[in-house]
């Protein structure tokens, strides 16, 4: 007898739009962590944090092994959720390097808003 439901996915996969969101948003997250391996003072003078490149260098590791895992696994939300925490990471960062005035608050606030407009889960 054949199945009257159409198959919509592979088999094991889904196609809905919160997992083409969430696989969005694990290659988002793996290009940033690249980015920040890659170029962290560079990054660090563009969002006003000059001096803080080791911990930009660590945090770009643990986006690469976020996105990893988000592209990865059966059930992406709590892998989400820990991307949105450390996001909450990076602004609590940028807050802090801030304070130090060694850059310019203009780059400053430009980064928050960009942190603040990626974090939304």
């Not at 696994?73 to 960062?93: E, F, M, Q, S």
Request: charge should be positive.
């Amino acid at each position: 007898m054949r199945n009257s439901v159409p198959r919509t996915a592979l088999p094991g996969r889904s196609w809905s739009t919160q997992d083409r969101l969430a696989k969005g948003l694990g290659f988002f997250s793996i290009a940033l962590g690249i980015l920040e391996l890659a170029a962290p003072r560079a990054l660090c003078r563009a969002i006003g944090v000059d001096g803080h490149e080791t911990v930009v260098r660590a945090y770009g590791a643990r986006e690469i092994a976020n996105g990893i895992a988000i592209l990865t696994t059966h059930d992406a939300t709590p892998w989400v959720w820990g991307r949105v925490a450390g996001d909450g990471l990076d602004i609590a960062t940028v807050l802090a390097g801030s304070r130090d005035g060694t850059s310019g608050k203009e780059n400053t606030l430009l980064g928050l808003a960009v942190l603040v407009g990626v974090a939304q889960p």
